[in-house]
C-alpha cells in the first residue's frame, strides 16, 4: 500500500505516539508481580502472600477450643506447637454464604506469630500484578486490598496486620499477687 | 564427623557433668580419706579427660588449670589415704568453680570470650606453686579435629574395671529437626488417610455404576479396590504407632526430672556453704516433675544466684543459729510443683529474714525512694525494692542483713522467661523466693474425660479420687449443689458450665465425679458424663490468642495426633458459686444427633442448636450415630450425606427399618443439591427436610428443627 508523504509536524506526532506505545508496552512486561496463595472460605476467595504462608494441613485433627469467640475456629498442632485457627469470614464480618466443610488450615507466619486460616479449599499459588491490587471494597483491618477478577474479588491478606489484630491477642489474666 | 558447633555442645555438656563429679569427688575425699580409693581415681580420671579435650578443643588455659589438679592429687604429690590440706581442697575446689565458670562463659559468649580466662591462668599458676614444679606446654591444634578419644577406663582398688558411660549427647538443634521429621511424618499419615478415603468413595461410585450387576471384571475392580483401601489402612495404623513410639522417644530426650537436674547444682551449693563458714542441708520437694530441659538451661544462672543468696545472707552462721534455738545447719528447701499452668519453684530458707526497716533506710539513702514514698511502701513493696537495679552491693548486705548482688539479674531473667518473681519473708524465721513460670511442655498423666461432647484433659496430681454419684446423694444448699466426700461437703460443679458450655442437669441414675484438691487444701467436686481412662500426656502451653481463656492449662498431645486441652483446675477450685439458677434437665431437653464428617459443620450445627437450647451429640459417620441412638433417646437427628464408614443414605435407611426409631424425623444438609441423584434419593422418603450447604441459613434449620419437633410431639 503506498501512504502519502508526511509533514514534518504529521512525522513528529507519529513518532511520539509510537514512542509513547513503545513505553507503554515495557511498562507492562516489566510489572512486578507477587505470589499468593489462593484459597476459598465462606463463599469468599482469599489471598496470602506466598512469603508468609508456613504450610497448609488437614482440618481433621482441628481442636475444637470449649468457651473461645466465634472467629476461633479451633485449633491445629504444628511443629509441636498448638497454633489457633481464625475464621477471617467471623472475624472480619464478611457475609457468609451458606456452610462450608473445612478441609484445610492454612498457617501464615510473621515476626515470629503464627496463626491458622480456616479454609474450605486452597487453590494453589498464583503470581498477581502489583497493578491489579487496590484498596479493598471491605476495607476491614488486614483486608485492605484486593484485586478484581472477570469472576469475583480476591481479597488479599495483610498477614502481619492480621498477626497484630487485638482482637487476638488476649485480655491479661488474673495472676496470684 | 560433627560440624565443631555439635562438638562443641558435646565438650560443653560433658564438662558441666565431669566438673559436678570432681566436685562430689573431692568433698568425699576431703570427708573420708581412708576409704577414697574410687573417689580420687573418679576425680583424676575426669580431670584427665577435661584436660585432653580442652586441650584438643584449643583451650589451653582449661587445659592448662586441669593438668595442675591432676598433678596435685596425682602419685607424685598426694598418698592416698591422708588427708588432703585445707589449702589443697579449698584451692581445687576454686578451681573447678573456675572451670565451670569458664566453660558457660565460652558456651554462651563464643570462643574468642576473654570471660574466666584469667581466673584460670591465676589458678593455675597457685597450683603450680603449690605443687613446685615449672608448667608443661601443650600444643593447639586447629579447630575441628576430631575428640580425643576418653583415658582408658581406670582400674579401681578393688581390681574391677569400671564399665563406660554409654549415653551420648544430642544439640537442640538436631532435636527440633526429629521433631520436624515426625511432624512430616503426620502430614504424610494424613495424606494416607485422605487416600484411603478417596479409594472408598470410589468403590461406593463403583458400587452405585454396578447396581449388583455380575460382570466379572467389575467384581474383579471392585476386589482391587478393597485390596487397595484395606492397605491403605495398615498403612496408616503402622504409620500411626510408629510416630506414637518416636513422640514417647522425643519426651524422654526433651524432658528430665526437676530433681537430675537440680542435683547438679547441689555441689555447689555445698562447696560455697562450706567456704563462707557455714553448714547448710538441702531438701528437694516435687523432684518427680518432668520439665522441657531448656527451660532448666535458662534458670539454672538465676537458681545458683538464689541459692548462693540464701547461703551468703539469709542462713546465720552456725553459733549465730545455735544461740537463737535454731539448729546448727540451716536448711535450703526447693519445692517444684504445677500450679494451673505454671510451675512454681519455691525457694526457701529457714534462716534471718528480711529485715524491712533497714530496706527502707537503704532504699531512702541510695536514693531509689523518698522518705515519704518508703514509708507509704507496703510489706512486698518494700521487698521488691530488694530487685531493683543498684540497690543490692555487699556493703548494702552487711548494714542492712538483707539480700546480696544480683537479685535484678534474677528478676530480669524470670521476667524474660515471661514469669514473675515474689518474695515472702518473716524476720527471724527466714525467706522464700517464689519463681512463677509458664511451663514449655510437661509430661505429666491425665484423665480424659467427656463434657457435654468434648474431650477434656484433668491433670491426675489434681485429682484426689474419682466417684460415682446418684442424684440422690447430692444437696442442695441456698442452690449450690453440695456433696459429701470422706467427710468433707464440697461443692459439686458441671464440668461444661466450667467451660463455658452448655450444662444439663445430672442424670438421677448416677454421673461420674473428679474431686480435685488444690495445694491450699480446698476441694471441688467436678461432674462430667464419661471417664475415658489415664494416659501420659505431653502438655504445652495454648497460644497467645487463647491465653485469656482462664479455664484452659494447656494442651496435651495424647499421641498418635490427637490433642486434648487441659482443664485449668486452679479456675474451678477458685471460682466463686455459680448463681442459683436451675439447669435444664436432661430427661426434658430435646437432643438431637448431628452426624456429619467435617469438624466445622459439626461445632457449627452444635453451636446453632445449643444456643438455641437443645441438647446436642454429634458423630462423625453413619456407624457411629447408629451407635449413639443404641444408647441415647434422640428427638431429631441432622445428619450430612456424603460421609465415610456408612453414608447418610445408608444411615437413614437403617434408621427407617428399625421399629423403635422408624419415625426419629432427619434433616439433611448437603453440599448436593436436592435434585442431584443421589440428592433425590435421600429426600425421597428418607428425610422429611433437605438444607443445601450452600443456602444454608441458621434461623430456617431452627425454624424447620422446632417444626419437626412439635410435629413429633403431637
Known amino acids: ?177 | 564427623m560433627s560440624s565443631i558447633d555439635d562438638v562443641l555442645v558435646i565438650f560443653f555438656g560433658e564438662l558441666s557433668e565431669q566438673l559436678v563429679r570432681m566436685n562430689d569427688a573431692l568433698l568425699s575425699l576431703d570427708a573420708d580419706p581412708a576409704g577414697g580409693h574410687a573417689q580420687l581415681e573418679k576425680f583424676l580420671r575426669d580431670a584427665h579427660s577435661v584436660k585432653g579435650t580442652a586441650a584438643n578443643l584449643g583451650f589451653e588455659e582449661m587445659a592448662g588449670l586441669a593438668h595442675w589438679m591432676e598433678e596435685l592429687l596425682g602419685p607424685a604429690h598426694y598418698a592416698p589415704g591422708e588427708r588432703p590440706a585445707r589449702e589443697k581442697v579449698d584451692t581445687l575446689l576454686e578451681a573447678l568453680d573456675a572451670l565451670r565458670g569458664r566453660g558457660e562463659a565460652l558456651a554462651r559468649e563464643g570462643m574468642a570470650t576473654p570471660t574466666g580466662r584469667q581466673r584460670l591462668e591465676e589458678l593455675a599458676q597457685r597450683l603450680q606453686s603449690v605443687v613446685g614444679t615449672t608448667p608443661r606446654k601443650h600444643p593447639s591444634p586447629s579447630v575441628g579435629v576430631a575428640l580425643a578419644q576418653p583415658a582408658p577406663a581406670a582400674v579401681s582398688a578393688a581390681g574391677g574395671a569400671e564399665s563406660v558411660d554409654e549415653s551420648m549427647r544430642v544439640s537442640y538443634r538436631h532435636l527440633r529437626e526429629i521433631e520436624r521429621r515426625v511432624n512430616g511424618l503426620r502430614q504424610l499419615r494424613g495424606r494416607l488417610g485422605g487416600r484411603r478415603e478417596v479409594t472408598a468413595s470410589a468403590l461406593k461410585q463403583l458400587d452405585a455404576f454396578s447396581q449388583g450387576a455380575a460382570d466379572p471384571r467389575l467384581r474383579e475392580l471392585r476386589r482391587l479396590l478393597e485390596g487397595l483401601g484395606r492397605g491403605l489402612q495398615e498403612d496408616e495404623e503402622q504409620l500411626s504407632s510408629s510416630i506414637q513410639e518416636l513422640d514417647g522417644d522425643l519426651r524422654t530426650v526433651q524432658l528430665a526430672p526437676l530433681d537430675s537436674l537440680l542435683e547438679g547444682l547441689r555441689p555447689g551449693v555445698l562447696t560455697h556453704a562450706r567456704r563462707v563458714g557455714k553448714r547448710v542441708s538441702f531438701k528437694l520437694a516435687g523432684g518427680n516433675l518432668q520439665v522441657d530441659r531448656r527451660l532448666f538451661n535458662e534458670l539454672k544462672d538465676p537458681l545458683v544466684h538464689l541459692f548462693r543468696n540464701a547461703v551468703d545472707h539469709g542462713l546465720e552462721e552456725p553459733d549465730v543459729r545455735r544461740r537463737t534455738g535454731k539448729s546448727e545447719s540451716g536448711t535450703l528447701s526447693i519445692q517444684a510443683y504445677l500450679s494451673g499452668d505454671r510451675i512454681r519453684l519455691e525457694i526457701r530458707d529457714d534462716g534471718r529474714g528480711i529485715n524491712l526497716d533497714a530496706v527502707r533506710a537503704r532504699a531512702i539513702n541510695r536514693g531509689l525512694v523518698s522518705a515519704d514514698v518508703a514509708a507509704a511502701l507496703t510489706e512486698s513493696e518494700v521487698r521488691a525494692l530488694l530487685l531493683r537495679s543498684g540497690f543490692s552491693t555487699a556493703a548494702a548486705v552487711t548494714e542492712t542483713s538483707g539480700r546480696g548482688v544480683g537479685l535484678d539479674v534474677v528478676a530480669n531473667t524470670v521476667r524474660q522467661l515471661q514469669g514473675t518473681l515474689e518474695i515472702q519473708s518473716t524476720l527471724g524465721v527466714g525467706t522464700a523466693f517464689i519463681l512463677i513460670l509458664p511451663r514449655a511442655q510437661v509430661a505429666e498423666q491425665v484423665f480424659l474425660v467427656d463434657a457435654a461432647g468434648r474431650r477434656i484433659a484433668v491433670r491426675v496430681a489434681s485429682v484426689e479420687r474419682t466417684l460415682r454419684v446418684t442424684a440422690a446423694a447430692v444437696k442442695h444448699v441456698c442452690g449450690q449443689p453440695l456433696l459429701r466426700v470422706g467427710g468433707h461437703e464440697v461443692r459439686l460443679v458441671s464440668l461444661a458450665q466450667a467451660l463455658g458450655l452448655p450444662a444439663w442437669e445430672a442424670p438421677s441414675e448416677g454421673f461420674p465425679v473428679l474431686v480435685l484438691k488444690g495445694s491450699g487444701g480446698e476441694r471441688v467436686g467436678v461432674r462430667c458424663d464419661r471417664i475415658l481412662g489415664v494416659q501420659d500426656a505431653l502438655v504445652r502451653p495454648v497460644p497467645e490468642e487463647l491465653a485469656g481463656l482462664e479455664h484452659l492449662a494447656g494442651a496435651a498431645d495424647l499421641g498418635n495426633g490427637r490433642m486434648s486441652f487441659v482443664l485449668n483446675d486452679e479456675c474451678v477450685l477458685r471460682a466463686p458459686a455459680p448463681a442459683a439458677a436451675p439447669l435444664p434437665t436432661s430427661d426434658h431437653a430435646v437432643t438431637i444427633l448431628v452426624v456429619d464428617d467435617t469438624v466445622t459443620s459439626r461445632a457449627l450445627h452444635r453451636r446453632v442448636l445449643e444456643t438455641a437450647g437443645y441438647r446436642v451429640l454429634t458423630s462423625a459417620n453413619g456407624l457411629e450415630a447408629l451407635r449413639v441412638l443404641e444408647s441415647e433417646m434422640v428427638q431429631l437427628v441432622v445428619t450430612d450425606l456424603e460421609m465415610p464408614e456408612l453414608d447418610g443414605i445408608e444411615m437413614l435407611q437403617r434408621i427407617r427399618a428399625s421399629p423403635r426409631l422408624a419415625n426419629t424425623p432427619a434433616v439433611l444438609v448437603s453440599s448436593l443439591p436436592p435434585d442431584s441423584a443421589r440428592g433425590s434419593l435421600a429426600a425421597r422418603g428418607l428425610a422429611d427436610a433437605y438444607v443445601t450447604k450452600a443456602a444454608y441459613d441458621q434461623g430456617a434449620l431452627l425454624s424447620t428443627v422446632k417444626r419437626l419437633i412439635d410435629m413429633k410431639r403431637r
Open chain 1, 1 to 177: 500500500m503506498r501512504g502519502r508523504v508526511r509533514s514534518e509536524q504529521e512525522e513528529e506526532l507519529l513518532l511520539r505516539e509510537r514512542a509513547k506505545l513503545l513505553s507503554g508496552r515495557r511498562r507492562v512486561a516489566e510489572a512486578p508481580s507477587e505470589s499468593f496463595v489462593l484459597f476459598r472460605h465462606g463463599g469468599q476467595l482469599f489471598g496470602a502472600a506466598v512469603r508468609f504462608v508456613r504450610l497448609g494441613v488437614r482440618a481433621r485433627e482441628l481442636l475444637e477450643v470449649p468457651g473461645a469467640p466465634a472467629h476461633i475456629a479451633g485449633a491445629v498442632s504444628v511443629d509441636a506447637a498448638l497454633v489457633t485457627v481464625v475464621d477471617l469470614s467471623v472475624l472480619y464480618q464478611l457475609p457468609k454464604i451458606g456452610i462450608q466443610d473445612l478441609k484445610s488450615v492454612l498457617v501464615v507466619e510473621a515476626g515470629g506469630a503464627r496463626l491458622g486460616l480456616a479454609s474450605e479449599h486452597i487453590l494453589g499459588v498464583k503470581a498477581l500484578f502489583r497493578e491489579s491490587i487496590v484498596p479493598s471494597p471491605v476495607a476491614a483491618g488486614a483486608l485492605s486490598r484486593s484485586m478484581v477478577t472477570e469472576t469475583e474479588t480476591i481479597q488479599l491478606i495483610d498477614v502481619p496486620a492480621l498477626l497484630a489484630d487485638g482482637r487476638l491477642r488476649p485480655s491479661p489474666r488474673r495472676e496470684k499477687t
